[in-house]
């Protein structure tokens, strides 16, 4: 059963940037994808993009579009989410998870997110 | 992009009965060229991530109790829980993945009466 495993908490100044990364662990993600949902403190929910590992090929929120990179590294089966120009706004929770995706997918996934990382804890504060 | 409403916000339910979110998406789900609504729904209880509990707004994922099921198409989907437990307190979040940008609704707390 894969697992995610994501990097440890960050604290940032406003203006940088931060690398968040999420390590797959058993299974085969080969028809899987990895997205980036965050959730600042006491909100909801919010995608932010999400990658096809074996294409590299990714998908972004317009929302943060200009801000965020989403990479994988096939060889150490970890992906990548970095975000950049960071806010206070940008203080958050953030979640790698993986979603089941067939060829005739409409978005990155075709069944939800079924697997969820532990969360890094990113606090933008000068 | 499509809105996801839920209501009610919060909702108090006894052990034993039954508890229906619902949610409203701005626009249609449903692919009509395979008559699957693109809707899921998820359990985050504190300090953890969310649990996928559904997909295609009415299929259980593999090991979520038989309590919890999923209905409506379209645009109107209802989550229930037949009978709530008490582990059954957390926050529940739609979430539709018809299109791009994959969006949730703002979650509905449910809690023991």
């Known amino acids: 059963q894969v697992q995610l495993v994501q990097s440890g908490a960050e604290v940032k100044k406003p203006g940088s940037s931060v690398k968040v990364s999420c390590k797959a662990s058993?299974?085969?993600?080969?028809?899987?994808?990895l997205n980036w949902v965050r959730q600042a403190p006491g909100q909801g929910l919010e995608w932010m993009g999400g990658?096809?590992?074996?294409?590299?090929?990714?998908n972004y929120a317009q929302k943060f579009q200009d801000r965020v990179s989403i990479t994988a590294d096939a060889s150490t089966r970890t992906v990548y989410m970095d975000l950049r120009v960071l806010r206070s706004e940008d203080t958050a929770v953030y979640y790698c998870?993986?979603?089941?995706?067939?060829?005739?997918?409409?978005?990155?996934?075709?069944?939800?997110?079924?697997?969820w990382g532990q969360g890094t804890t990113v606090i933008v504060s000068s | 992009d499509i809105v996801m409403t839920q209501s009610p916000d919060s909702l108090a339910v006894s052990l034993g009965e039954r508890a229906t979110i619902n949610c409203k998406s701005s626009?249609?789900?449903?692919?009509?060229?395979?008559?699957?609504?693109?809707l899921a729904w998820y359990q985050q209880k504190p300090g953890q991530p969310p649990k996928l509990l559904i997909y295609?707004?009415?299929t259980r994922e593999s090991g979520v109790p038989d309590r919890f099921s999923g209905s409506g198409s379209g645009t109107d989907f209802t989550l229930t829980i037949s009978s709530l437990q008490a582990e059954d307190v957390a926050v529940y979040y739609c979430?539709?993945?018809?299109?791009?940008?994959?969006?949730f609704g703002g979650g509905t707390k449910v809690e023991i009466k």
């Open positions: 998870a993986r979603g089941e995706r067939s060829e005739a997918a409409r978005t990155m996934t075709d069944h939800g997110f079924d697997i």
């Open positions: 058993g299974g085969t993600l080969s028809s899987y994808t």
């Open positions: 990658i096809i590992p074996i294409f590299h090929t990714t």
């Open positions: 626009q249609s789900v449903l692919y009509s060229s395979n008559s699957n609504n693109y």
């Open positions: 295609w707004a009415s």
């Open positions: 979430q539709q993945y018809y299109t791009s940008p994959l969006t």
